[in-house]
C-alpha cells in the first residue's frame, strides 16, 4: 500500500530504555513501576522479554505520577521517527527533505505549513523537487521519495525542531540516535580520523568523491569543497549521505547508490581527492566480470586483495596531482599476493605514504589500521624516491590516541606528510618516521609494513630513562609500603544490625542525585571513561556531539560503572572535575550537609553489597545502582569510615602505579638486554 493511502498513522511505540530515558531514570526504575503501579501503561508491541508501550499512555502516566514535565521535542521527533510504518531509515530521510527544504526555502516552508497536510503533501512535492534537483543533481538517490499526507506530521515536526537546533543540527541529532540505536548495522568512520583523512588530502580541494561513502562522514569533514561525489552499494546509506551532506554545506552533491566497483557512477570524472573507508577482505568484489577493467592500471587485484581493487579504483578518479586517502587493513601492505601491484604502485610513484594508527583508532578496534596517501603521477614525471613510513602507534601521542583523542597524533602525522609532501624528505625519529628509498622496498615480498622499516626506538627511552623509572618505582613502593593499611580490627556484632537504606530511597529524599553517563553533549569538555574509572586515571575519551548540555563532575561526585562484575566506586577529585561522564557510568551528587562521598563509595564497593545489586545477562552483569545499600549513620560517623575508605583509596592507587612501572621497567629492560642498549652487568 502507497503512504498516500495509508488509512492511519502508526502509534508511536517505545521500550522500557525509551521510558527511562524520558523520565531520566534507569531501566531498572521503569521494572519496578511496572511491577509496583497496577496502572502501568500495559505492552502494545514488542516481545515478553522486551515489550514496547504506547507513548501517548505512558506520557500521561508519567505526567500523573509527576515524573515527567514535559517530554524535550527532540524526543518527541525521534518517537515519530521510530514508529514510522516504513521504518526509521525512511522516517529520516523525510525529515531530512523537510529540513533540506527549511534551510534552503524558508519562506516556502512558512507558507507550505499554513495549509491542511492534504493540501501541504501536494504542494511540497514540486517544492521538494525543486530542492532536491538543485542540490543533488540527476538522477540522485532519493528520486523515489514520496511525501504523502501521514507524512506531514513528521516533516512538521522536523522543522519544529530545526527552529530549536537548526536544520543541520537537528539531522545530525536524529541521523546520531539512529546509528546509536544499531551499532551493528553500520561501519562508522571517527570524526578524528575523517578530519584527519580529509587534511592529508590537503588544502584547496574543491571537488572530491567517497566511492564507499556510509553516512557521509569522509565528505563532511572536506573543507570548503565545491562539489562532493558520494556512492555506496546501499540504497539507504547513499539516500542518509546524500541529505547529510547536503545540509551540511553549500556544496553540490552528487550521490549514487551502486556498487562502486562494479557499477562506477561516476566514469571517466576526476577529482582532487577521493576519501574512502572501503569494506576489508571482501572476497566477492568482482574478480570474475571485471578482469579487463581499465582502472587496473597497476595490475589486476587477486580475489583475496579488494583493498588493491578500491586502491586502483581511487587512482582512476584523481586528476593529475590529485590525492587519495585510503583507510587499510594492516595484511595489504604484506600479502605476497598483493606485492607485484605494490611494487609498481611504488615504481610510478603513486603511492607516496603508508601511516599506522594505533589500535582502537577506527573499526574493527583490534586492529592497528593504515593509511595509504597515494597520488595520480603526471606523465613523465620523476617519481619520487622514497616512501614517507610512519609508525603513529609507537609515538607518545599514539600510545594514547586510542583513549585520549585524536587531535596530538593528528598533528603530528599531519606535519610529517607536509614536510615530505613539501621536500620529498622528513626528519628520521627512530621508531617513529622515516623516508625509507624505494630501492629499499623492492626486494622479493615488498612488506610496506611501517614498523618492519623504521629503525627501533632506545629501549624505554634509554638507559637514562630506565634509571629514572627505577627512581619513581622506588618512590612509589615506599610510599605504598607507608600507606599499608593497619591489622583489621573485628567490629561488635551490633555493627551488622545497622539499619540500612539504599542509593533509591536518598535519592527520592533529596540526599544525592544521579545521573547517567553518556559521554556527550555541547562543548568540548573531556571524558571520564569506564577504563578511566578502573584504572584511577584521569579523562580520556572524547566528547561526541549532540545538543544536550552534558553534566560536569565535580569534586566529590562518585562515579560507578554499572556493566562488569568489578566493584568499583571512585571519588572525583580536582584533576578528574569538570568531565563528562561517559557510557556505562552512574554519577552521584551527594548533599555534603548529608554524605560523606568517601563513605558512600566505600559502601558501594562492598562485594555483598553489588551481588545484591546486580543481574546477570548472557554476556554481561549489570548493576542497579538505586538497590545499592549503606547504613544510616550520623554525619560525624560517616566520615570516620569516609576517612579509612580514603586511605584505603590512596593504598591502591600507589599500588597501581607501581604496577606499571615495574611493568615498564620490566619490559625496557628486556629491550635494552636484546637489542644490545643494556648491558648484563
Not at 614517507?388 to 610529517?416: K, N, P, Q, R, Y
Not at 572524547?542 to 566529590?556: H, I, K, N, Q
Request: with cysteine; net charge negative; hydrophobic share 45%.
Amino acid at each position: 500500500m502507497s503512504e498516500e493511502n495509508a488509512p492511519h498513522v502508526t502509534e508511536a511505540e517505545v521500550t522500557a530504555a525509551e521510558v527511562a530515558r524520558l523520565a531520566g531514570v534507569g531501566r531498572a526504575a521503569v521494572s519496578n513501576w511496572r511491577r509496583r503501579h497496577a496502572d502501568f501503561p500495559k505492552p502494545v508491541g514488542g516481545t515478553e522479554t522486551s515489550p514496547s508501550f504506547a507513548l501517548a499512555e505512558v506520557e500521561r502516566w508519567l505526567r500523573a505520577q509527576g515524573k515527567l514535565a514535559e517530554v524535550p521535542l527532540r524526543e518527541r521527533v525521534w518517537q515519530q521517527i521510530t514508529a514510522h510504518p516504513g521504518g526509521p531509515v525512511t522516517a529520516l530521510v523525510k525529515a531530512g527533505c523537510a529540513l533540506l527544504v527549511v534551510r534552503d526555502r524558508p519562506a516556502d516552508w512558512l507558507e507550505l505549513t499554513a495549509v491542511s497536510d492534504e493540501r501541504m503533501a501536494t504542494l511540497l512535492r514540486p517544492v521538494l523537487d525543486q530542492v532536491l534537483g538543485a542540490r543533488l543533481g540527476p538522477g540522485h538517490p532519493l528520486e523515489a521519495t514520496r511525501t504523502g499526507p501521514t507524512a506531514m506530521p513528521l516533516m512538521r515536526a522536523a522543522a519544529e525542531l530545526a527552529a530549536e537546533l537548526g536544520a543541520r543540527k537537528a539531522f545530525e541529532f536524529l541521523l546520531g540516535r539512529h546509528l546509536d540505536a544499531n551499532p551493528r548495522q553500520y561501519t562508522l568512520t571517527p570524526d578524528g580520523l575523517a578530519r584527519l583523512m580529509a587534511g592529508l588530502a590537503g588544502p584547496g580541494v574543491r571537488t572530491a568523491l567517497d566511492p564507499a561513502c556510509g553516512t557521509g562522514t569522509l565528505l563532511r569533514a572536506v573543507d570548503g569543497g565545491t562539489v562532493l561525489q558520494a556512492q555506496d552499494s546501499s540504497p539507504e546509506l547513499a539516500a542518509l549521505s546524500a541529505l547529510r551532506l547536503a545540509l551540511n554545506g553549500s556544496a553540490q552533491v552528487r550521490a549514487a547508490a551502486a556498487d562502486s566497483l562494479r557499477a562506477d557512477a561516476f566514469t571517466g570524472e576526476a577529482v582532487d581527492a577521493v576519501l574512502c573507508h572501503p569494506p576489508f577482505n571482501e572476497r566477492n568484489w568482482g574478480h570474475e566480470e571485471l578482469a579487463y577493467d581499465p582502472r587496473w592500471e597497476y595490475g589486476f587485484p587477486a580475489r583475496t586483495e579488494s583493498e588493491l581493487a578500491w586502491i586502483q579504483h581511487a587512482l582512476a578518479h584523481l586528476r593529475e596531482g590529485g590525492t587519495a586517502v585510503l583507510l587499510m587493513p594492516p595484511a595489504v601492505a604484506a600479502r605476497r599476493s598483493g606485492r607485484r601491484i605494490r611494487a609498481d604502485l611504488l615504481r610510478r610513484g603513486a603511492l607516496r605514504a603508508v601511516i599506522a594508527l594505533p589500535a582502537g583508532t577506527a573499526p574493527p578496534y583490534g586492529i592497528p589500521l593504515h593509511l595509504w596517501i597515494l597520488r595520480r603521477p603526471a606523465p613523465h614525471a620523476v617519481p619520487p624516491q622514497g616512501l614517507l613510513l610512519i609508525d603513529s602507534a609507537a609515538s607518545a601521542a599514539g600510545a594514547a590516541a586510542a583513549s585520549a583523542g585524536f587531535a596530538s597524533l593528528a598533528g603530528e602525522v599531519e606535519a610529517a606528510w607536509a614536510a615530505y609532501d613539501r621536500t620529498g624528505s622528513v626528519a628520521e625519529v627512530q621508531g617513529i618516521s622515516r623516508v625509507v628509498p624505494v630501492i629499499e622496498l623492492l626486494d622479493d615480498d615488498v612488506d610496506l609494513t611501517p614498523a618492519r622499516h623504521l629503525p627501533p626506538p632506545a629501549a624505554g627511552g634509554g638507559p637514562a630513562e630506565l634509571s629514572a623509572v627505577r627512581e619513581r618505582l622506588d618512590g612509589t613502593l615506599a610510599r605504598a609500603a607507608r600507606l599499608t593499611p593497619p591489622p583489621a580490627v573485628p567490629a561488635p556484632e551490633a555493627t551488622a544490625l545497622l539499619s540500612l537504606t539504599t542509593i533509591g530511597e536518598l535519592a527520592r529524599s533529596g540526599a544525592l542525585v544521579l545521573h547517567t553517563g553518556t559521554g556527550s553533549g555541547t562543548g568540548t569538555a573531556p571524558v571520564l571513561t569506564e577504563q578511566d574509572v578502573y584504572a584511577g586515571t584521569g579523562p580520556s575519551g572524547t566528547l561526541a556531539a549532540t545538543p544536550d548540555e552534558p553534566v560536569l563532575t565535580a569534586p566529590g561526585d562518585v562515579l560507578v560503572p554499572v556493566v562488569g562484575a568489578a566493584a568499583i566506586a571512585r571519588v572525583v577529585d580536582e584533576a578528574a572535575a569538570g568531565a563528562v561522564p561517559g557510557r556505562g557510568l552512574q554519577l552521584l551528587r551527594s548533599d555534603p550537609a548529608a554524605l560523606d562521598p568517601w563513605f558512600l563509595a566505600g559502601f558501594l564497593r562492598g562485594t555483598a553489597n553489588n551481588r545484591r545489586a546486580s543481574s546477570h545477562a548472557s554476556t554481561a552483569t549489570r548493576l542497579d545502582v538505586r538497590r545499592l545499600q549503606l547504613p544510616r549513620l550520623p554525619l560525624a560517623e560517616q566520615q570516620r569510615y569516609g576517612a579509612r575508605f580514603r586511605a584505603l583509596a590512596e593504598f591502591e592507587d600507589a599500588l597501581r602505579l607501581a604496577g606499571r612501572l615495574g611493568e615498564q621497567l620490566v619490559q625496557g629492560l628486556y629491550d635494552g638486554l636484546s637489542d644490545g642498549t643494556v648491558t648484563p652487568d
